[in-house]
């Protein structure tokens, strides 16, 4: 038996209990790994109360990228080994003593990178170079604006970008999350609680406008940023953490002679799983090297999984939240 946080009904954090569950077994083509490390994201939090784009198969559990230790491997298996550190995205049900997925999921950790470390990676940051490797195509010395800055995604998108080039804008609420948007690369901030902010980003992009807008935010802060953007600028849709969808007038579109592009990292994971392996191995050496640096908040026992959620939700953390089942 193994020990699992999930939930059986969509009530939030509350509703996870911790229970025993039988041991999975790997099939054929899969890996059991005893997870170390689950990093948690604000999607987690709808989908515990079902505002996700899909609905979870109940029970469930939070928790879709892990960092472990492989234990047993599938009979078809042979470019892995027992023994073996490794990081994967498997969608959901991370939140569990060992979990089962399919092999060609699993990367190898680097030795100077942590599991811990190695679990905060895939969705935040392979988000981050999807987005503006392959679909904004941005080019060193472009204006990038980052909604939501200090949080997981946020500080992710931020490093990658630099690393990329660009002049990074962070757009936070308040000044401490500016100061750490700035530690890890921001060269410019604007406190949207307290600033203009389409006159601001306007005002730091003159005379161009903003290149490319990293929004996983949506909400009110949408419209003004779009009005905002450059000539041939790129609007990254990437979430709704604010809660609301906003509807853009689409004359903007054509005024700005922009684009609205939409990342949806996970599609992109399973209609090209060579280049998201491409880009992971990129990110972990870009880790192992220091040039990105994974924010870790703060780490909780498996137990713990409703109260780190409960403070996910509540706006309550920088950069990313991990899960340790082994505790």
């Known amino acids: 038996m193994i020990r699992v946080a999930q939930f059986k009904e969509f009530n939030g ?33 709808l989908l515990l109360r079902n505002k996700y784009q899909v609905t979870p198969p109940l029970p469930f559990s939070p928790g879709a990228e892990i960092a472990g230790v492989i234990e047993r491997l599938g009979t078809d298996v042979t470019d892995l080994e027992a023994g073996q550190r490794v990081v994967a995205f498997i969608g959901g049900n991370g939140c569990r003593e060992k979990v089962v997925t399919k092999a060609r999921n699993v990367i190898p950790i680097p030795d100077g990178v942590s599991d811990e470390v190695a679990a905060g990676i895939p969705i935040t940051y392979g988000t981050a170079i999807h987005a503006f490797k392959d679909r904004a195509k941005l080019q060193p010395g472009e204006t990038v604006a980052v909604l939501g800055a200090a949080g997981g995604a946020g500080l ?24 750490l948007a ?27 406008g903003v290149d490319v807008l990293y929004d996983t935010v949506g909400g009110p802060a949408a419209e003004p940023s779009l009005r905002a953007m ?28 922009c684009s609205m592009v939409g990342v949806f990292w996970t599609s992109f994971v399973e209609r090209n799983p060579v280049a998201h392996r491409a880009n992971m191995v990129q990110l972990l050496d870009w880790c192992e090297k220091g040039l990105i640096r994974p924010h870790v908040h703060a780490s909780f026992a498996l137990e713990e999984t409703a109260k780190a959620l409960s403070l996910i939700e509540a706006r309550k953390v920088t950069g990313k939240v991990i899960i340790n089942p082994q505790l």
Not at 161 to 177: E, P, Q, T, Y
């Open 13 to 45: 954090p509350q509703a996870l209990q911790l229970e025993e569950v039988i041991e999975p077994v790997p099939g054929p083509n899969d890996v059991l790994i005893k997870v170390t490390a689950v990093g948690l994201n604000f999607f987690d939090t």
């Open 156 to 179: 992710a998108a931020i490093e990658i970008a630099k690393l990329m080039g660009g002049r990074i804008i962070a757009v936070a609420s308040s000044g401490d999350k500016l100061a």
């Open 182 to 208: 700035r530690e890890h690369g921001a060269h410019e901030g604007i406190n949207y609680e307290t600033e203009d902010l389409k006159a601001r980003l306007k005002a730091l992009t003159l005379p161009k």
């Open 230 to 257: 450059a000539w041939e600028g790129r609007y990254l849709v990437l979430g709704f953490a604010s809660g609301t969808i906003p509807k853009i007038p689409l004359n903007l579109l054509l005024l700005k002679g």
